[in-house]
């Protein structure tokens, strides 16, 4: 069975700074994953996808994750954010079926 | 072009009602999807529907929960005889294409009914 953990529900930080979720996940077979963004009163937006080939992907607001087979992970990480980065972040995971797999998500709070 | 939406946006119920909530998947998406969001809780996968079949209904929570969807377009998720604890938010997503793409189409989402059984 696939799962993905964000350790994190939390995560404050000052206008500027670097920023780095953290997703994890479980998996016995090849996966696809993704990071979705949740502004406040709004839909999940897809954010970058990762498929096949370069390990590490780029939205284009400036955020990127890298795929990291051996530790599993696929953190998300932005040099300096905006206040307007403020939103939930979710991690999913799929093995290339119709089923994926959501964690708990991430509160971002970007701080002035 | 729209995106999905979903109706109500909101809903309040009293305990053993039923309702029904809508989704208008974006036009031409083949593959359309029911999660459901708790509070401090994941997204929750409930069914699937490829066209106007549901291959997989395992991730609905008990026989109170059925879904449809009709003419390829818009899908209806019906919880009968509410319980306090189907309180959720209940979201819609449509992709383009399903099993031809490998599903790796990416889902967009609707904004999402919010559910609160009194």
């Known amino acids: 069975a696939q799962s993905v953990t964000q350790l994190d529900s939390q995560v404050p930080v000052f206008e500027e700074a670097p920023v780095e979720l953290r997703c994890n996940y479980s998996s016995s077979v090849s996966v696809y994953l993704f990071w979705y963004v949740q502004y406040p009163n709004q839909g999940l937006q897809l954010l970058l996808k990762y498929l096949s080939g370069s390990t590490l992907v780029e939205s284009i607001n400036g955020f990127e994750a890298e795929f990291n087979k051996s530790q599993t992970s696929f953190h998300l990480r932005k040099p300096s954010v905006h206040i307007s980065d403020t939103a939930e972040y979710f991690c999913a995971v799929s093995s290339g079926t119709y089923k994926y797999i959501f964690g708990t998500g991430t509160r971002l709070k970007v701080l002035a | 072009g729209a995106g999905v939406s979903q109706s109500p946006s909101n809903k309040v119920t009293e305990k053993g009602k039923d309702v029904e909530l809508r989704c208008d998947p974006i036009s031409g998406h083949t593959a359309l999807y029911w999660y459901r969001q708790s509070l401090g809780q994941g997204l929750e996968f409930l069914i699937y529907f490829q066209g106007n079949s549901a291959p997989d209904k395992s991730g609905l929570p008990s026989d109170r929960f059925s879904a449809e969807r009709t003419g390829g377009s818009v899908s209806t998720l019906t919880i009968q005889r509410t319980q306090q604890e189907d309180s959720a938010v209940y979201l819609c997503?449509?992709?383009?294409?399903?099993?031809?793409?490998?599903?790796?189409?990416?889902?967009?989402f609707g904004p999402g009914t919010r559910l609160t059984v009194l």
């Open positions: 997503a449509s992709s383009l294409v399903g099993a031809s793409g490998g599903y790796t189409d990416t889902q967009y």
